[in-house]
């Protein structure tokens, strides 16, 4: 890919004796959409102050087109950080709210207009440009918090949960907008968020944090295709991957879960892993769209409810007293709940995760 | 006899109207989820039914007895809030047993349904913490297991997941449902989330601007919404709208007109309908992409392609129109590439341009 904006080198940040940021690092490329996801208190929005010079780190460097920023002041980085509640002037109009940031540097009024103009164009707000800040809609203060931020020409736009506190309908829009406009104007943006969901629609990569830690980062496909350990594998996709746990058993030169139920995992296993992989106590997991009902299935169990997921229904299925599993079948599908349904899991999407440490041990298929 | 009965329940603010008569039935150990965006007077339908606000005009019926005038604590329903107030000095165990100690129950008893309850939610482990150590979720739970302990007829429940991660959340909908059935408790879900009510409710009432829109079971409500505003209201993602022509009212079908792509729909309508406009709407599930032309389908170009894990949400222009479809996780798709689009006829679903009511 492009020029590298951003350089975040093993950073390492606490307060007291809690250790919020553990040796973090990662590149940011020109024009990309970058997401920090995670659980709450994972340190992802620490992070994020690190980056805008909100925060001292304790430890590592921060690189901003390959000048060191680390101990220069939050105004002095070229960026710009956007928060969960717009820090819209309320009282001000639109064009005040975008002026906003320039006046500050002194430029002609003239440039300022100019600018002002051009940013509210693109951004589409040249039709509120003289209400006042605080009767115009949710999305159009996103848009104006934004303008006032692409004014500046900041190198990067830090966003952290800007989307959070908006009801899911019009979420769902702004996650649209944002990202398009993110696109038509070619800024790199370092986004923060909780929601998985969001990340994947949003991000051109991703980086899952947990305590502190960052612990995979890819595009949204290489993170939900092929998670690196059981915590990725829980946290992204909704609803939740479905996990067996059981013990491996080699027999010939298959693989084979034993469990509530016995599955045959993959066949034509190198030799050299039977003694690895024979006895090991795992968690195989695979996602609720990768099985499907079929009347070969091994997997059975009855259904105790179905739910509507939007485009899809979901039947929860119970295997074992310990065990429930979930699958999609069609909206539409005739389902009821108390029938003995079995289901087939498709064999090149299923994860094995290794008990003890919860790492990925195999990808079936591959 | 039906268990709980609401009855042309209107709630005035001086002028300001934010209950219209509302009017619905829940039978015993049934969830009802109330949806409605922020606003719409879910939080004041809750509060009347707890007793906690009167009502304008109208009754609220428990089992054939006029309730209206009982004050709350002789109702025995419980109300859960979006953030439940939780005494952060007290514990777990001090927090959920302390509705049992205002009605004086014997100590014993007290420990005893305590930790039942407590077992039941799996907050055993939180009875000897303080509130400030729980994680959201755990906070939640203690919140209900407080509102349950009384084994009350009633749980009413406003937003009780609002302020949780996306993730926990979608755990605690089905934590949730599992508990109510093994419990039988009769439960009124008050939520901003449509596909939250949908999931989690036997019946689904939406409410926009305090008016009770619609109220069935959710695969009713997904097929058939009475009006354009409910359709939009719970498809997500954002449903598809536009306004057509109708060409020709056929005996079992029509054939309408959008921009310059005609579509035949296998819908009965009036004849009075033919050469007027009418809104058209399709889910973004209900159109498949193809690579390839395919029987009826139409040509267009991908503007934006948004991952979503399971699947894909492409935003497509057709000519002029644009439109947004579902495609499968496997489906390798750029921006600019040229793609046909099928929509199934049957998935249309027609309004009356002027009332907002569907055409059937």
Redesign the interface.
Do not use: V, W
């Given at each position: 890919m492009s020029r590298v904006v951003l350089r975040v080198e093993n950073i390492v940040k606490t307060f007291g004796k809690t250790i919020a940021v553990n040796d973090v690092s990662f590149e940011v490329y020109e024009r990309e959409l970058f997401t920090l996801l995670g659980?709450?208190g994972c340190g992802k929005t620490t992070t994020l102050r690190v980056i805008a010079g909100l925060e001292r780190p304790d430890r590592g460097r921060v690189y901003i087109d390959g000048v060191d920023v680390t101990d220069l002041p939050p105004k002095d980085r070229n960026v710009c950080l956007v928060f969960q509640e717009y820090a819209v002037f309320p009282h001000m109009s639109v064009y005040d709210n975008i002026a906003f940031g320039l006046k500050a540097k002194r430029i002609s009024k003239l440039d300022i207009d100019n600018r002002v103009r051009e940013v509210a164009e693109l951004l589409d707000l040249q039709k509120v440009l003289w209400q006042k800040a605080g009767k115009i809609s949710l999305s159009e203060q996103q848009r104006t918090a934004m303008a006032r931020c692409i004014v500046i020409e900041p190198k990067l736009l830090l966003l952290d949960e800007p989307l959070s506190l908006v009801?899911?309908?019009i979420r769902?829009?702004m996650?649209?907008e944002l990202?398009?406009m993110q696109r038509d104007l070619g800024v790199t943006m370092v986004f923060v968020t909780?929601?998985?969901?969001?990340a994947?629609?949003?991000s051109d990569r991703i980086a899952v944090m947990r305590e502190g830690k960052l612990i995979q980062v890819g595009r949204?496909?290489e993170i939900?295709d092929n998670p690196i350990n059981l915590f990725v594998a829980s946290?992204?996709?909704?609803?939740?991957m479905n996990f067996l746990e059981g013990v491996l058993r080699v027999v010939k030169d298959k693989l084979i879960l034993e469990s509530d139920v016995i599955i045959e995992l993959m066949r034509g296993i190198d030799t050299s892993l039977y003694s690895q992989l024979d006895g090991k106590k795992v968690i195989v997991g695979f996602?609720?769209?990768d099985a499907f009902i079929s009347p070969e299935g091994l997997i059975k169990g009855v259904i105790q409810?179905t739910?509507?997921?939007?485009?899809?229904k979901?039947i929860?299925l119970r295997v074992s007293d310990k065990c429930s599993i979930r699958v999609?079948v069609d909206?539409?599908a005739l389902v009821e709940v108390g029938d003995v349904a079995s289901i087939q899991v498709n064999p090149l999407r299923l994860h094995i995760f290794d008990k003890e440490t919860g790492n990925k041990l195999l990808r079936a298929g591959v | 006899m039906t268990f709980l009965v609401v009855e042309h329940m209107c709630k005035k603010y001086g002028d300001k109207i934010v209950l219209h008569d509302i009017n619905f039935e829940v039978n015993k150990g049934e969830i009802l989820a109330v949806a409605g965006?922020?606003g719409a007077g879910k939080t004041t339908l809750l509060k009347i039914i707890a007793g906690l606000l009167t009502p304008t005009t109208g009754r609220v019926l428990l089992e054939g007895r006029d309730i209206t005038n009982t004050p709350p604590y002789e109702r025995n329903f419980s109300m859960v809030f979006e953030v439940p107030p939780i005494y952060p000095d007290r514990t777990g165990y001090e927090n959920i047993a302390f509705p049992l100690r205002l009605k004086k129950l014997p100590r014993e008893e007290i420990t005893r349904r305590v930790h039942e309850i407590a077992d039941l939610l799996g907050i055993r482990h939180i009875l000897d913490r303080k509130p400030h150590t729980y994680s959201?979720g755990e906070y939640q739970r203690v919140a209900l297991a407080r509102a349950l302990v009384t084994s009350p007829q009633v749980l009413l429940l406003d937003e009780p997941l609002k302020a949780l991660?996306?993730?926990?959340r979608?755990?605690m909908v089905?934590w949730l449902?599992n508990l109510q059935?093994r419990l039988g408790v009769t439960v009124i879900h008050a939520t901003?989330?449509?596909?939250e009510a949908?999931?989690?409710g036997d019946n689904v009432m939406i409410l926009l601007h305090g008016v009770q829109k619609q109220l069935s079971k959710?695969?009713e409500l997904?097929?058939k919404p009475l009006d354009i505003e409910i359709d939009e209201?719970i498809?997500?993602?954002?449903l598809n709208v536009f306004k057509v022509r109708v060409e020709e009212v056929l005996e079992e079908s029509a054939v309408i007109s959008l921009g310059n792509l005609k579509i035949k729909i296998p819908t009965r309508i009036s004849k009075s309908y033919e050469g007027k406009e009418i809104y058209a709407s399709i889910?973004?599930?209900d159109i498949s992409i193809f690579k390839s032309e395919q029987p009826g389908s139409f040509k267009g170009k991908v503007v934006?392609s948004?991952?979503?894990?399971?699947?894909q949400?492409v935003?497509v222009n057709v000519n002029d129109i644009s439109l947004r479809a579902?495609a499968d996780?496997t489906f390798r798709i750029e921006r600019d590439d040229s793609i046909y689009l099928q929509l199934k006829p049957e998935r249309i679903r027609l309004y009356d341009l002027n009332t907002g009511k569907i055409i059937t």
């Open positions: 659980p709450s009801d899911a309908k769902e829009r996650r649209r990202r398009k909780h929601d998985q969901l969001e994947l629609m949003l949204p496909q939900y946290f992204i996709g909704s609803p939740t996602r609720p769209e409810y739910e509507i997921a939007g485009d899809k979901i929860h999609f909206l539409y | 965006p922020p959201g991660d996306a993730k926990i979608e755990e089905t449902k059935r901003h989330d449509p596909l949908m999931s989690i959710p695969s997904l097929n209201y498809s997500i993602p954002a889910r973004p599930i934006m948004q991952y979503m894990g399971r699947n949400l935003t579902i996780k």
